[in-house]
């Protein structure tokens, strides 16, 4: 099977470099997830930019992406719940579990829309779940995808996912024998959207692929807020996307904020160890907090042990 994929294109002059920040890109079908980071990369002249979530190129959608030190602030999203909006259809299988894949009919009896209504309740809640073969899982250090496309049969191991909602929203039959449910899911990360479909199709007997996706979610990003790629091409090219920049430490509210003196934000820029001023400041997750300077926002990550404050990452920059 051959995987399409769409180059994005843009100039690779940059007018002047883009700060630190956030933007939620409304990532279309076709290109990549790095094909969107390598443009805003080329276009903002920043020397880091990542992405905040995987999203497959025939998938669309939010996808938060990092810009220079705000990097340092995406693996605090790493565990960010995630909410889709993607269309099954019944009858038939993929060698992908989505449309990308080739698909085989099953010729088996497909299910109506009260059927596939009550599965569901099925795969709510906690369910284990085999990641796709096409999937970049790494099995003894080489992703599942490629080893797939060389026709071996990668030996996946089940994972431990949670869909907190599922939800059928809309039914199309109009196609014979390959009927099609559009669902909202509410899933933890890590959850494959592709799986799902696949084990609704083996659950009814009938097969079943994903044929399309959005991603409405991403943690606290929502689609409601994502820049259309279009957009973001021009504000990069014109210098002007400080306009559609979130702040390093957006979505990040968990983490309690812990304002300090300028040589105490000296000293944990230098990676050093300060004592906390507020003693009745309690930790969010992980024990972190978000140090931030008056006016210039967050400039660091630290843990708080025994009221001392250790830094964890700092945003490089922040303070000059």
Do not use: N
Not at 183 to 197: F, K, M, P, W
Not at 299 to 320: F, S, T
């Amino acid at each position: 099977m051959t995987v399409r994929r769409h180059r994005v294109s843009g100039s690779a002059a940059a007018i002047g470099a883009a700060p630190a920040g956030i933007v939620v890109v409304a990532k279309p079908a076709g290109p990549t997830s790095h094909d969107v980071v390598a443009l805003v990369r080329r276009l903002s002249g920043a020397k880091r930019v990542g992405h905040g979530g995987t999203l497959d190129p025939f998938a669309s959608g939010v996808l938060p992406v990092f810009i220079g030190s705000a990097t340092r602030m995406a693996e605090y999203h790493l565990h960010d719940a995630k909410a889709y909006r993607a269309v099954a259809c019944f009858g038939a299988t993929s060698t992908t579990d989505d449309i990308e894949g080739e698909l085989t009919r099953t010729g088996m009896p497909v299910p109506t829309r009260p059927d596939v209504e009550a599965t569901l309740p099925a795969f709510t809640g906690r369910v284990v779940q085999r990641p796709p073969a096409f999937s970049a899982v790494k099995i003894a250090g080489r992703r599942a995808y490629e080893m797939a496309r060389r026709g071996e049969r990668p030996e996946l191991r089940d994972r431990d996912v949670e869909v907190q909602e599922l939800r059928l929203v809309d039914w199309d039959a109009s196609e014979p024998g390959s009927p099609c449910a559009t669902l909202v899911v509410h899933c933890s990360a890590g959850t494959y959207v592709r799986s799902l479909a696949r084990d609704l199709g083996e659950r009814l007997g009938c097969g079943a692929y994903l044929a399309s996706l959005v991603r409405t979610a991403s943690g606290p990003f929502r689609i409601e807020d994502a820049v259309d790629l279009d957009e973001v091409r021009r504000l990069l090219a014109g210098g002007q996307i400080a306009r559609r920049l979130l702040p390093p430490d957006a979505g990040l509210d968990a983490y309690p904020e812990v304002a300090l003196s300028p040589g105490d934000l000296q000293a944990i820029a230098r990676g050093q160890v300060v004592r906390l001023p507020d003693a009745d400041v309690a930790p969010g997750p992980d024990g972190l907090v978000r140090v931030i300077a008056r006016g210039r926002g967050v400039v660091a990550m630290a843990h708080l042990r025994d009221g001392r404050l250790h830094p964890d990452k700092v945003l490089v920059g922040a303070l000059d």
